[in-house]
């Protein structure tokens, strides 16, 4: 998912969406171990969308501080 629609979306559901996304890492990993993921580029592309949710919640942090 690009950045731009992250900026779109409200704390709540980024905090949503960061919970989803560990969920998927954790599940994707587990694939991996027992040989069962086909692509191992997602578990690049969710690393990045996990860091790119907790940057624009950590902008918005500093933002109303």
Known sequence: MKANQFHKMTDSELT???SELK???FNLRFQLATNQ???PMVIKETKRDIARVQT?????ELKNA
């Open 56 to 60: 624009i919640l950590r902008e918005r």
């Open 16 to 18: 949503n969406r960061l």
């Open 23 to 25: 969920a998927e890492l």
């Open 37 to 39: 993921l086909s692509n």
